[in-house]
């Protein structure tokens, strides 16, 4: 004889897309599928599905105010620059030096307190630039540049994302990066931490230097994912 039944789950917008029985899903609503039965009839099933976002509000910061809380390489500040993605207009954002010269360049985010995140968001936007700033200097990386992500929690230092490949910058290219990464059972409610990125040549990269040259960050934003694996609904057949 032939079967029907509802099944009715509630999934993570952060989750997407939800995968059921075989076919993949990207908004909420009433999906009909037909499977086959033990008896070998048909058995019609009515997943009603419901897309949530149950992710705090992400934490973003234009540096257009005055910042609090960062912690800044030597040789790096919050200054103006000349915005090339804004057709030149002015703007605010971390300035530090290219890596390779004298000075390390890494940027360490003000303390957050988590929500319960079980995957950290991190996105930015970065220019590439001579060291005089001037808009006509935009450029892309001398060299494969990379960035090692860390998580601080009670002074420990948990890897995020390690020796992660910075995309092409300057004309033509987008100046954004996005990364993801689990952060395991090391976020629980409540929990206070801060991110540490750090610029550095790709692994296995030498012998460049680059003097002359500043890196500006902009538009930073960190967005707590609470659900690294989001439960599935069940799977019939």
Request: include cysteine; glycine fraction near 8%.
């Amino acid at each position: 004889p032939s079967s029907s039944m509802m099944v009715d789950t509630s999934v993570c917008q952060s989750s997407l897309p939800f995968i059921w029985n075989g076919q993949s899903y990207t908004s909420s609503g009433d999906y009909m599928i037909t499977l086959t039965n033990a008896y070998g009839c048909d058995s019609l099933v009515m997943l009603m599905l419901s897309v949530t976002n149950c992710d705090p509000p992400c934490i973003t910061d234009d540096f257009d105010n005055t910042p609090e809380g960062w912690t800044l390489s030597q040789g790096a500040r919050f200054f103006d620059y000349i915005n090339p993605a804004n057709n030149c207009s002015a703007d605010k954002g971390i300035i530090t030096p290219g890596v390779g010269g004298n000075n390390p360049a890494f940027i360490r985010t003000p303390v957050y307190v988590s929500s319960g995140a079980a995957k950290i968001k991190m996105s930015f936007d970065i220019y590439v630039f001579d060291a005089n700033l001037k808009c006509n200097t935009w450029k892309n990386y001398n060299c494969p540049t990379s960035i090692d992500v860390f998580y601080i929690v009670g002074g420990v230092r948990y890897p995020g994302v390690i020796d992660f490949l910075l995309p092409p910058n300057g004309p033509g290219n987008s100046p954004s990066v996005v990364i993801e990464f689990p952060v395991g059972s090391n976020l629980p409610t409540g929990t206070p931490y801060s991110i540490e990125v750090a610029f550095k040549f790709k692994s296995g990269t030498g012998g460049c230097v680059q003097q002359n040259t500043k890196y500006v960050i902009d538009n930073f934003s960190i967005c707590e994912k609470l659900c690294a694996t989001c439960p599935s609904a069940p799977v019939y057949s």
